[in-house]
């Protein structure tokens, strides 16, 4: 194995496998994560940008059915985005949509409910 492909394995991993990873390299080398890190973000600095997206950290809201009360919705999703009429109606009309990208967990649960509460069936991811 080069050491590119060893660099590519690594930007694809996730951040529990890179801790595994690091883990077991303090294990095996007997070394500490600090003198490791650096060498392995030295080495594949692309690599930090996927790992923290993998977090999840923040998710996005998508509504994926409106359910019977359409005009509700619409009016939940216009006072949730603060986009005007015609373009939460846009949104509404084209499922599944991604109502707030890169929303904090607790404020994706209260629009989740704001919506589930006019009928609408929304998932977070």
Same mark, same amino acid.
Do not use: C, H, M, N
């Given at each position: 194995m080069t050491k590119e492909e060893i660099l590519q394995a690594i930007e694809e991993m996730s951040v529990k496998e890179l801790a595994e990873?690091? @883990? +077991?390299?303090?294990?095996?080398? &007997?070394? $500490? @994560? !600090? @003198?490791? +890190?650096?060498?392995? #973000? +030295?080495? =594949?600095? &692309? +690599?930090?940008?996927? *790992? *923290? *997206?993998?977090?999840?950290?923040? #998710?996005?809201?998508?509504?994926? $059915?409106? &359910?019977? !009360? %359409?005009?509700? #919705?619409? %009016? =939940? #999703? %216009?006072?949730?985005? &603060? %986009?005007g009429l015609k373009e939460a109606k846009e949104l509404v009309d084209k499922l599944p949509a991604v109502i707030k990208a890169g929303a904090e967990p607790e404020e994706a649960e209260e629009i989740k409910k704001k919506l589930e509460a006019v009928g609408a069936e929304v998932e977070l991811k």
């Open positions: 990873l690091v @883990a +077991a390299i303090e294990e095996r080398f &007997g070394v $500490s @994560a !600090q @003198a490791v +890190a650096p060498v392995a #973000v +030295a080495a =594949a600095p &692309g +690599a930090g940008a996927p *790992a *923290a *997206a993998e977090e999840k950290t923040t #998710v996005d809201v998508v509504l994926t $059915s409106v &359910g019977q !009360q %359409k005009i509700q #919705v619409i %009016k =939940a #999703v %216009k006072e949730i985005t &603060g %986009k």
